[in-house]
Structures are given as C-alpha cells and as structure tokens.
C-alpha cells in the first residue's frame, strides 16, 4: 500500500504501533513507515525505522521478515551515500531470504547497483529474480522489477529491449489497481522516449501520465521540471516557460515544498533565457538563487547564480563586479567538477574583455582553455574557443583559424548528444562565435575562399533542427540512449554531492563510441569527394551560374560572388537598415493582396530598388544574365529576391547553404514518375488549382475532402515525384519542425516527414507564409523548406509572404505547364511570373514566390 496510498498506509502502520503488536507485525508497521520516510521525508528518520525493523524481524525469529527489511534497509543506505554498509546489508538479506522473498530481495539489490552504475550486475540480479515473481503470481513486483529491467536496459543502449519490458510492466500495471504505479510507468516510458531521441513520443507520454496523475490527485512537479527539458531540446522555450510558470502557480496554490518551487523557478529562468526573455530570466533566477541559498543547496544555488548572470549579460549589463561574481561562480562550478566551469570562466573573459579589462580577461581565458584537451564536448569546446579568443588578443591569425577549426571539430564529433536544450543552445552560441572569429580572420587576410569556406562550416553545422527523432543507425542510436541516460543520473548524482565514479567513467567511454561512429558514419555517407570545398563549388556552378552566399561581420553585409571559376567579395549595407527595408517590402506586398492596392505598386518596386543597393551594392552589375542561387542569412530569408531588379527576370533559386544546393544538385529523382495532388480545407479558393491540376497530370493521386488525412497523405507523398499541396499552414517560428500543414483530420507535422522513407523529389506549396524560417541560435536556417530539403526532396516552391488567392491559381497553373514541358521549378517559376497579368496584384503574387533548392 505504501506506493498506492502512501500517507493511507503511513497512518495505519502508526495504528498497528500504537496497539502494541507483537515483533512481526511491528517490524512490518517500522518497515512501511521507513518507505515513506526514505522517499517522501527524512532520510534519518528513515534509517531509524527500518533499524527498528530489522531488529524486530530477528526477535520474531522470521528470516523471510529479516531478508525482506535488510533489502529495503540497503537501499536507503546506498540512497544516503554509505554505499559498502548498503550492499552489506543487501547481501546478507539475499542468503537470508528463500524463494518468493529472495527473489524481491534480489529486485531491490538490482535496483541498488543500477543507482551505483553496476549496469551488468543489476541486469543479472533482475534477471533472477522475475522468473521467481512470475512464477509465485506476483504482479506488482513482476511489473516493478520489469520496469527496472527497461531502465537498465536503456542504460546499456538496447532499446528495443527497453521498449518491450516497459510494454509489458504497463500491461500488467493495467490488471491492478496501483493507479500511482501504472502512472509512473507511463512517465518513465516518456522519458525513455527522450532519452532515445524521439521528442513528439516523449511528449505524448508525458502528456498521458499527467492526466493519469491529475486522475489521483497527485502533484506533478518532477514531471513538470521533466517536460520543461523536453519541451527545451525541442526548441518549445515558450512552452517550457509556461509550462514552469503554470506549476509554480499550483504549487503556490497548495503552500507546497519550497525544494520543488526553486527548482521549477530555475527551470523557468533556462526557459526564458532561451526564448530571449532576459528580463524574465533574470526575475526567476534571482528568486531560484535566493530559494536554494535557503535550502543551502549550494550545488543548486551555483547553478542557478550562472543562469542568473547570463541573463543580465544578455540584459545588456556588464561591470567588474559583474566579472568577479562569474569567476567566483566558475571556482565553485569547478570544486563540484561541474562540466559549466569551464563555460563560466569563458563568460567572465567576455565580460572582462567588453569592459577592457585586459588583464583579467586574459586570466579568466587561460583558466578556460585548460578544458580544450579533454572532458565533455561543450567544455572541449568551450576552450578551444577560449583559445581563440587568446589568439586573436596575440595577434595571430593562424593562430585564431587553428583553434576555430579545432573546435568546430568538437561540435561536429558530438552533435549527435546535443540533444539537452541547454547543452545545444550553449554549443550554437560558441559555435557561432568560433565562426565569426574565423570569418573575422579570414576577412583581415582578404582571403575570399576562406571566408566561404568557413561560412559553409558553420552554416552545414546548424543547417538542421534539434533532432527529434532517433538516428537511424542502431548501433548509433544504443549509444545515444545509453549515453543520454547515464548522463542524466550523473548530473542528478552531482546535484545530492554523490558523484558515482561508475556512472562517469561509463559516460566518457560511451563519448568515445559516439564520437567514433559518428565519423564513420559521417565518412560513409560523404566520402571525401563530396565534402564541400570552393573548388567543387565552382566546378558545379560553370561559366552561366552565379551563386551569391551572404555573411554578416559587424553589422555589415558581406557577400561572396562564386562563378566563372573565382570567389570575389564585396561589401554591402549594414544588416539593421537592410531589415528594416525588407519589412517595410513585406508590409507592401501584404497590402497588395488585397484588391485595390495598386497606388502601392511603385512603393514596393521602389523599396526593391533600396533592398537592391543595400543587399547587392556592386555586386548586382556583376551578375551577368545566367541564372543566380541566392544563399542569405536567416535574418534575410524573408526578402522576396524576385523583387530585386537586378533578379527580376531571370532564373533564380535559394538556398540555405552552397553545400546544401550542391546535394539537391546530386540528388537523383525517384524511378517511377509519380504525382500527388492534395489539398486541405478551408482554403478561400477551394485550392481551385488542384482539379485543373488533374487533368493535367493523367493517373495523379488526389487527396481532397476526407481523403486528405494525415495517414494517408504521408502514404502517397512517400517517393512521389511530385507533389502539389495546397493547405493552409501554421508556422511555429520557435521551433519549426513542428510547423504544420492543415488537412482534414488535423494537422499534418513537418517532423512527419521524418517518417518517410523518401520525401517528394519536389514539392510545390501554394498556400500564405510556406516558406517562412526562425534564427533559432546564432545563424540557424529553420523552417518548412529547409527541413523538407535534407529528406530527400531536391526543390520547394514556396512563398515567403501573404497572398492573394486567386491569384495564386493562375501562377500555379502557368508553372505545371512549364514543369511538364521539362523545366526545373526556378525556370518554370520565372516563366510563370512573366506570363501573368501586369497588374499590382498579379504581380506582387509572382515576387511572392521562391524556388528553393536545385530541382
């Protein structure tokens, strides 16, 4: 009883007490209230009761009783940190018990060494004591130690094994009545799912278990602070902050444990520090440090302290005293041999040196890049960008593009773990500061091929979302799991000040096989001939092509012109101005969807003209009249580049990267020819396009009305040659995986794409805003279109703007025709574009749309 109800069972063991039992139902009646003590109260309190029935169970001369209270004795010895006196314990209640009891005895050392990072000896504990517990029809402990047997199991990287034994603990949950059990059973296949990589499957679990615990009445704190991660490594900051916020209101509500509420406050703070709410940050972190100051949880306090200084950097505010609080923070990060010392350290140099502060940045950077030689990815990163910075104060230009390189080459060996929030957004932002050092260098140098080379690097670094799926090789995705799950009970180990050796060397050895088959992998799948260099570059492009890759140095747009076997720079406007002229477009070709509008026809072409000059500048007499792919920063790719003058009339893709067009360029369109016709409900037109569509393309699949559910549509969109889709959408500019596409049973997920073995070889989207992108971190290029192009889909036409629907069908269909005449998508497009109607709303229509990729 004491998992079911347990203050129920709590209060009726001090009844049995206080009517004077004999030993064995007294040592029964001490045992269940050391449980509560152990899980829900004071460990002292705990180990007093449990002694208590230890020794009951002897006077009672019963070695079962004995056995059983000696197992449940060990482990709250191993929980207290006295880990020999607890196995000790557990070992002597394994040669005092017999059978039935033996077998839960074995169960609760199992759990012990799982908790010590004894992976292999809990494994063979568990494994003796369920057919035992099977075999007696003993349904609550078969189940408990199955669920156990799942954990180990995604300790050591088997997760189907995993998946399977936590399927069966739930089945049999479900034939009793441990409503707690069968909820916590559901939480931990949620977090399993998390540790795998599958976020929207954590999510859903996560989900079904707070429902499950709501049922019961029992507070969901631990979940919320769990889901909060989730929702984090998913790029749902917003979400986590309200998810947090909403927890801390209940728990106010319920004068709950001030533990609890500085934790949720310290989750909130990483939330809102990564939704860009600094303001936010800093009240929830100031609070949380204020709280675990209290509590004297200095690991906690520490913690929350750094969290609370990034945000004020972030906040704007910067002092020497400011300096001094973050070197205080970083020594005592580095006494609890937190992986955040070396980042902390790092901090104080930038703020030291942003002050001038000489002297003391370059003390703070030395104590930073002692990490660059070994430890965890973000600290190895972390010095080497430290190591940078050193450089750059010498003077040293090589000096500056070695440690840059050095430390791109961290990021690269262990993106596959950047699965936690903190660790990726951390990773992007000294990712994108080794970028700028080396672009910077490279600059100086006036070294164009450098400067490309060094934009593509970081550019194929984050050029993909927060994986929300697991890898698709197994021996890859074991290790992942493992990894992540052990590195989760090593941070909750340092947080109680009991760091388990085990645990971390077990860590360091699954970073080496991660990081391994991460090369070979990465090695098998580009091979050195497809590794992206300028040379090969301009080899693709020939004497026609011209490719236009944007950088941004200090505000000021730079960009290289690639084609006719040579890289060329030129300095453009200043970013700021070229945004601003850009939304003032985006306002104009608004208005001229609507009909009407005209009189603002020569606005929006003269503000093209400005976008022209402050993007282009010289560049644009250069360009020739061969076709242009277009490779802008995040920050840009809402212009509408047919807008320029300069592009106006001429064959014009975009891309998120050079090497990403390249790929497209490579990839090879599916055998058998196929098309597929979908469109969604309420669309102002009826998506008008699609029946004339039809009759265009002979035998095509189309999906409209209840055929254009989501199954359904994933199971024809599969290698399609082709598919147009005329849907409204829904942008998540937080995290666009989960951008959607509106079809008639729900939402269609752009992360559902992941599921298919091959995305359509080109997609055409003819609905408002498909073409939208985020900057989430750094220079990250997320969105609808980019993450349909590394699924297999080779060209996107999509808009980046409102428009007018009826206008669009007429475009659509002058562009079927030209596709069916054998054009690529930009040249259909253009001819598209010339073939509709001179007027204002025609034509803004037209500059609306983008080809993307190289099909």
Not at 4 to 20: G, H, M, Q, W
Not at 208 to 215: D, L, M, Q, T
Not at 223 to 249: F, H, Q, S, T, W
Not at 463 to 471: D, G, M, Q, V
């Amino acid at each position: 009883m004491v998992f079911a109800a347990p203050n129920e069972a709590r209060a009726r063991a001090e009844e049995v007490l206080d009517a004077d039992p004999p030993p064995l139902d007294a040592s029964v009646a001490h045992q269940v209230i050391g449980v509560w003590q152990r899980d829900w109260g004071d460990m002292r309190l705990a180990l007093s009761h449990l002694r208590r029935a230890r020794d009951l169970a002897a006077r009672a001369d019963s070695s079962d009783r004995e056995a059983d209270v000696l197992a449940t004795l060990g482990v709250a010895l191993v929980h207290e940190g006295r880990t020999e006196q607890g196995l000790v314990a557990l070992e002597q209640g394994v040669a005092r018990g017999t059978g039935h009891t033996r077998a839960r005895v074995l169960f609760r050392r199992a759990y012990a060494w799982w908790v010590l990072g004894h992976h292999r000896e809990a494994l063979e504990d568990v494994r003796r004591a369920i057919p035992v517990l099977r075999q007696a029809d003993d349904v609550i402990w078969t189940a408990r130690a199955l669920t156990l047997r799942a954990t180990v199991h995604l300790a050591l990287g088997a997760v189907e094994r995993a998946d399977a034994d936590f399927t069966a603990a739930e089945a049999l949950w479900d034939t009793t009545g441990q409503e707690h059990d069968k909820a916590d059973a559901v939480e931990s296949r949620g977090l399993a799912a998390f540790r795998s990589g599958d976020i929207p499957a954590a999510l859903r679990l996560l989900d079904e278990a707070e429902e499950r615990y709501a049922k019961l009445g029992t507070p969901t704190f631990m979940l919320n602070i769990r889901r909060c991660e989730v929702l984090m490594a998913a790029g749902l900051a917003p979400e986590a902050l309200a998810e947090a916020d909403a927890a801390i209101a209940v728990l106010d509500g319920i004068s709950g444990q001030p533990t609890r509420k500085a934790e949720l406050l310290l989750a909130a703070a990483r939330a809102a520090r990564r939704a860009g709410d600094a303001h936010t940050a800093i009240a929830r972190a100031d609070l949380a440090v204020r709280l675990f100051a209290g509590q004297r949880r200095t690991w906690w306090e520490t913690h929350a302290r750094l969290v609370l200084i990034e945000a004020r950097v972030a906040a704007g505010r910067s002092s020497g005293r400011l300096v001094a609080d973050t070197a205080a923070v970083a020594d005592r990060l580095a006494l609890f041999g937190a992986p955040a010392a070396p980042e902390a350290s790092l901090l104080a140099a930038r703020i030291a040196l942003g002050l001038g502060l000489t002297a003391d940045a370059e003390r703070h950077l030395a104590v930073a890049a002692r990490s660059r030689r070994s430890g965890p990815p973000l600290a190895r990163m972390t010095g080497w960008a430290a190591k940078a910075l050193q450089a750059r104060a010498a003077g040293s230009g090589e000096g500056v593009l070695d440690a840059c390189r050095r430390g791109m080459d961290a990021l690269d060996d262990y993106r596959a773990v950047l699965g936690a929030s903190e660790l990726r957004a951390t990773a992007i932002a000294q990712g994108a500061e080794l970028a700028a050092l080396a672009q910077q260098a490279s600059l100086d140098s006036d070294n164009p091929h450098s400067l490309l080379e060094w934009s593509e690097r970081w550019r194929a670094t984050v050029l993909s979302a927060p994986p929300i799926r697991p890898p698709a090789d197994p021996e890859l995705q074991s290790h992942l799991t493992a990894f992540r799950e052990i590195a989760a009970r090593a941070e909750a180990a340092r947080m109680e000040a009991r760091p388990v050796p085990t645990l971390e060397r077990e860590q360091r050895r699954l970073l080496r096989e991660i990081r391994s088959r991460t090369r070979e992998l990465r090695a098998d799948t580009l091979g050195d001939g497809h590794r992206f260099t300028p040379d090969r570059l301009l080899s693709e492009l020939g004497d026609n092509t011209y490719l236009v890759e944007f950088l941004v140095l200090d505000g000021r747009i730079q960009l290289l012109l690639c084609g006719q076997g040579r890289v060329r720079r030129y300095e453009a406007g200043l970013l700021a101005e070229a945004e601003t002229e850009a939304e003032h477009v985006q306002t104009g070709l608004r208005r001229l969807a609507h009909p009407g509008a005209e009189a603002r026809l020569p606005v929006v072409e003269a503000a093209g003209r400005r976008l022209e000059e402050l993007l282009l500048g010289p560049a644009a007499a250069q360009l020739g009249d061969g076709p242009v792919v277009v490779v802008p920063p995040a920050r840009l790719h809402r212009v509408p580049w047919a807008l320029l003058p300069s592009l106006r009339e001429r064959v014009l893709s975009v891309s998120a990267s050079a090497s990403s067009w390249l790929r497209a360029r490579e990839t090879e369109p599916p055998p058998a020819v196929r098309h597929v016709l979908v469109r969604g409900p309420g669309l102002a037109t009826g998506g008008a396009e699609v029946p004339h569509l039809a009759g265009q393309y002979g035998g095509a699949v189309v999906l409209e009305h209840a055929d254009a559910r989501v199954p359904r549509v994933l199971e024809e969109l599969d290698g399609a040659a082709l598919a147009h889709i005329a849907a409204h959408s829904t942008y998540r500019a937080d995290s666009p995986l989960f951008s959607s596409l509106r079809m008639a049973d729900g939402p269609l997920i752009i992360h559902d794409f992941e599921r298919l073995d091959r995305s359509p070889y080109q997609i055409i989207l003819s609905c408002s805003d498909t073409a939208r992108f985020a900057s989430v971190g750094a220079d990250e290029l997320l969105g609808l279109v980019t993450a349909l192009l590394p699924l297999g889909t080779a060209g996107v036409v999509a808009c980046t703007a409102p428009v007018n629907d009826a206008a669009v069908v007429p475009l659509m269909l002058t562009l079927h025709k030209a596709l069916s005449e054998g054009l690529s998508l930009a040249e259909a497009l253009r001819d598209a574009r010339a073939a509709q109607p001179g007027d204002a709303l025609h034509q803004a229509t037209g500059w609306a749309f983008s080809a993307f990729g190289a099909a």
